[in-house]
């Protein structure tokens, strides 16, 4: 496929929410076993993709600094992974990440940026491929949820996926007060797991019906990460304090999320802690806006 030289590929790469994450296992390498019920917001960071006579890669956006721009960056060992699996195909690329999501929280930005990288760079060097899931997961346990992009539950170490079908529309705050948390040092401060699976998931139509079946699960995650980053327990009060359905963290944290019965109470929500606490980062969002493609 011949490409002009001026044609940009754009791709939004939402925000991953776990509803519920509850840990199951351990494997033999020390990675955890999961069971996790994911979705993924409408806002997130964007990926941007131009062929160009060298390879270059530029970060930009509220928290694009306090991220490395050099080759440990998963946009770039994406590019990498891509490259040494299609040497013949990756031309040059100039490739601009425009980082919106807060850094090491829960919220899958790095997972979800390769995963972009992927989509996008498949689209511009005319590659057809099915191991897109399979080099994703070399790049992180959270990759191949990320490629896939709509309601899912998430097994094995989170490559195991089973989609979703007809998820309602849920509406969410997000909220991180600040401090990074690290993945590993969550997992491994995890104790006193009870191995328990998420109970089955039932057709789910309304918020009600979800909040309904997330109030019989857990984020197995959540008192390690409070413990090694106290910030996790106010922003998690703070959205208590809004009055919404449920109230809990993503991921390893620190990133938490209230549903509420509408947009306009999340959008209000969001208002009253941007004005409460102008340093954090606050967002109003619902699951599931982003297309990513026919063959995701
Ligand atoms: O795969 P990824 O690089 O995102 O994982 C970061 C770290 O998080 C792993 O090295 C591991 O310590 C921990 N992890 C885990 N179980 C998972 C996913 C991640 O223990 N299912």
């Given amino acids: 496929m011949l490409d002009s030289v001026e044609r940009t590929i754009s791709l939004i790469a ?7 994450l509850h840990v199951t296992g351990r494997r033999d390498d020390g990675y955890h076993l ?36 050099d080759e440990t960056n998963l946009v770039l060992k994406a590019r990498n992974a891509l490259r040494a699996r299609f040497p013949d195909k990756a031309a040059p690329v100039a490739i601009h990440l425009e980082k919106h999501l807060p850094i090491a929280s829960g919220i ?8 972009a990288t992927l989509r996008a760079l498949t689209a511009l060097w005319g590659i057809e491929t099915n191991e897109l899931a399979a080099i ?17 539950i998430a097994r094995g170490i989170g490559e195991e996926i089973e989609g979703v079908d007809d998820f309602p529309h849920v509406p969410m705050v997000l909220v991180n007060s600040g401090g990074a948390t690290s993945t ?8 006193n797991r009870d191995n328990q699976p998420l109970p089955g998931l039932p057709r789910l139509t309304t918020v009600h019906d979800v909040c309904i079946y997330l109030g019989q699960t857990h984020n ?24 919404p359905r449920l109230v809990r963290m993503s991921g390893s944290g620190g990133t938490c999320f209230a549903i509420y019965g509408s947009d306009q109470e ?3 929500a969001a208002a009253a802690l941007k004005r409460a606490q102008p340093g954090w980062f606050v967002v109003a969002t619902h699951n599931g806006g982003v297309d990513l493609g026919p063959d995701r």
């Avoid at 996790?36 to 956006?61: C, T």
């Avoid at 994703?136 to 899912?152: E, I």
């Fill in 34 to 69: 999961l069971d996790s019920l994911v979705v993924f917001a409408h806002i997130g960071d964007k990926v941007s993709v131009k062929r160009a006579p060298v390879d270059s890669f530029e970060v930009s956006g509220r928290f694009g600094c306090a991220l490395p721009s």
């Fill in 184 to 191: 590993p040092q969550v997992f491994s401060a995890l104790i």
């Fill in 14 to 20: 939402p925000a991953k929410i776990n509803l519920a």
């Fill in 266 to 268: 999340a959008e209000a």
């Fill in 136 to 152: 994703g997961l070399t790049l992180g346990a959270d990759v191949p949820m990320c490629l896939h992009g709509q309601p899912l």
């Fill in 108 to 115: 899958g930005g790095g997972s979800s940026d390769a995963a």
């Fill in 220 to 243: 197995h995650l959540f008192s390690a990460a409070e413990k090694l980053s106290p910030a996790i327990g106010y922003a998690m009060q703070a959205l208590r304090n809004t009055d």
